[in-house]
């Protein structure tokens, strides 16, 4: 089968991937292909490593049968890829969102590849996700469909081949039914097959806020100037949005709107982050916090403040909204959240851009620390697991800056050039079998 080379506008042969751009999941799989693309022409790799690059070595798409309480049974989409496996494991985590489909899970696995080879840990990038609306489930069903889901894409994975975790509506509890289904099906624990789990089933200390606090080690680097009262707004108040908020407050920063899915806060004083959220997690959203106005949901995007965090989903900076945002720093929580285009008018415009592969990489980062503890039977504390995560982001970190300085390129261009070449060299290295 012939592979095409992406243009601007790619298309793989896989043929779960529709030629549809329109869609939330095609946009962002487009949006990496283009940043491949870039990352490729600046380090001149060749026609066949470029293809290779782009497609993913293995995906799965499943059916997930889900009997309902009432009796009934639904079926929904699952999928599995493992986009590049040349470094090490393949590692990402699970998403479980109603707009999940084989386009994002491929984007986002792609994703996950530089992402691990930029902060030099020993994984290759994956990435699973359901098509599904996890809040429209009961605790019983969403259990009944994570094992069942992960029962489909048993084969794929294990700690020495693939490593899931959690991402957009899965957590700990989801990590301890994969494990656990792993494990009953392999006959003994095997908890190093996920990470984000429980620290009671060997997840790691610092594991939870681990994406934010390296959110907060990556702003603190990019701003280079004190904290104290930098402005700042988060799109997201979930895993990553809620911790970020709190240790960009905790730094100093005057953390003045968040939103969620049920709506944004604006309080242009300062919210009391811990309150909110308390708040958040008793009412279900951030809506209707006491001590701060409403603000509509785009509005929050376009705030002036010094300092936006993207911790939601892609594609909410886009060509249409780029021209209006204010702030002077975007640090990128989520995956995907900029399109290409809003990356060059934002470049134009004097504001920088710290990447998702390197603003959000401390999460894989402690999930690799994660792994290494399970993999040795072995515990650190959670000083030594921050101590460890501080150096791997601010050495990354480092490295791009000094490659965007050096070569003139925007920090998710340096990003891009140092990850796709540490994989575009392993795959030199290694060769190509037989
Ligand atoms: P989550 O499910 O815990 O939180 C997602 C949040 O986004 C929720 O608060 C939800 O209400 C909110 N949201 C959804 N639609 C929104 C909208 N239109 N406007 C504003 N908010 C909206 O997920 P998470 O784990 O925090 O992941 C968030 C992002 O960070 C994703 O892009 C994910 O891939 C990325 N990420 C997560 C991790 C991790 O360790 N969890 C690591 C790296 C990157």
Redesign the pocket.
Known sequence: MTVMVPSMTPALTNPALSADLTTPGRQALDSALQQLHQAAEHLGLDHGLRTMLATPRRSLTVSVPLRREDGRMDVVQGFRVQHNISRGPAKG?I?FHPATDIHEVTA?AMWMTWKCALVGIPYGGAKGGVSVDPKALTPRELERLTRRYVNEILPMIGPEKDIP???????EQTMAWIMDTYSVNTGYSVPGVVT?KPTTLGGSLGRAG??SRGVQIAALAALGRSPDGVTVAV????????LAAQYLADAGCVVVAV????G?VHAPGGLDVAALRAHAAEAG?VLGYPHADALG?DD?LELDVDVLVP????N?ITAANAPRIRARLVVE?????TTPEADEILAAGGTTVVP?ILA?????IV?YLEWVQNMQAYSWSAGEVDVKLRDLMESAFGEVRSLAGERGLTLRQAAHVIGVGRVAEAHRMRGLYP
Do not use: C, I, M, W
């Open positions: 985590g998403r986002l975790a959690p991402d957009v509506g899965t957590d984000g681990a994406t799109q997201g108040f979930g895993k990553v949005g809620a939103s969620d899915a049920s944004a959203g949901h929050l911790a939601a989903l892609e909410v929580g989520a995956n995907g959240p998702d959000n990489a401390g999460g894989v999930s």
